[in-house]
């Protein structure tokens, strides 16, 4: 009965460097979101899993950015050459669409991700 | 989806009521009203969500404008652990499944 878990919780890293952000999901939940926290503001959208489908990468920043997902399990968000204002807290969430318009969103505790 | 406007922090005594305003003037007829919180170091979490008809549930209740442009998210009795940022969101019901988060209402329980 475990909700959604992230990992690393903390990751520092030095610019220039490559990093692996992991989400499990809840089991059963077929979409699955990454989103993006700077200090002191709001969540800003990178991306979505749902299913087979495409993902929607709509939110995704630069090309530095890429995200995978194995079925409807595991995902991992991946940075390539990280700079300084790609610090911020990394939150995925995952949800059980069902009928209708209710698919609550479960978070993760969130990678806090500070980049030297 | 179209944008919400908030205030940036509330204040409230403990086991008082809250009523924290949303403002949602652009809103669509498809859009539904949610409302989740984040607890300081940890990741939102769903409070309740709504279209039409006023809502509640364990958390909370939901006032909902008869125009619809605007909404109160109502705690009845806060608590210390109510302290967090609420926002209020709207999310189309056609498919667009993310969430999008402004700044939200930081809210502040005094003891």
């Known amino acids: 009965g475990a909700g959604v878990s992230q990992s690393p919780s903390n990751k520092v890293t030095e610019k220039g460097k490559d990093v692996e952000l992991r989400c499990d999901p809840i089991s059963g939940h077929t979409a699955l979101y990454w989103y993006r926290q700077r200090l002191g503001q709001g969540l800003e959208f990178l991306i979505y899993?749902?299913?087979?489908?495409?993902?929607?990468k709509s939110g995704l920043p630069s090309d530095r950015f890429s995200a995978e997902r194995t079925g409807e399990s595991v995902s991992t968000l991946t940075i390539q050459r990280t700079q300084q204002e790609d610090s911020a807290v990394y939150l995925c969430a995952s949800s059980l669409l069902r009928g209708g318009n209710y698919n609550e969103q479960f978070f993760g505790p969130g990678t806090r991700l500070t980049v030297l | 989806d179209a944008k919400t406007t908030q205030p940036n922090s509330m204040e409230s005594n403990e086991e008082e009521p809250v009523h924290l305003p949303c403002n949602h003037s652009t809103i669509s007829g498809t859009d539904y009203i949610h409302w989740y919180r984040q607890l300081p170091s940890q990741g939102p979490e769903y409070v309740i969500h709504g279209l039409t008809s006023n809502v509640n549930n364990r958390m909370a209740s939901l006032a909902i404008a008869e125009d619809r442009k605007s909404s109160t998210l109502i705690l009845h009795r806060a608590t210390l652990r109510d302290a967090a940022v609420y926002y209020c969101i709207l999310r189309s019901n056609f498919g667009n499944e993310k969430l999008t988060f402004g700044t939200g209402t930081r809210l502040t329980i005094i003891p």
């Open positions: 899993f749902q299913g087979n489908s495409a993902p929607d």
